[in-house]
């Protein structure tokens, strides 16, 4: 309990990393799971350690 609250978002940035590896690593098909770390990211003010990989995911990201 004490290891989620000091990464809050360890398992989104696991699920990301479980899709891009069952989709060839095109990360057009685990939008769904990038926006999820993102809006973990928000919750916790981006106080994880995974929330840093998030800004070049996000630049992959169709607009």
């Known amino acids: 309990m ?3 609250m000091k990464e809050p978002c ?3 940035a696991c699920d ?3 899709c891009l590896s ?3 690593f095109d990360s057009r098909k685990c939008l769904k ?3 999820m770390l993102q ?3 928000e ?3 981006y106080n994880s350690t995974h929330c840093a990989s998030l800004s070049g995911l996000l630049k992959q990201k169709p607009k």
């Open 2 to 4: 004490a290891e989620q």
């Open 10 to 12: 360890k398992k989104a």
């Open 16 to 18: 990301i990393q479980s």
């Open 22 to 24: 069952k989709n060839n």
């Open 33 to 35: 799971v990038i926006e």
């Open 39 to 41: 809006s973990c990211c």
């Open 43 to 45: 919750r916790c003010n």
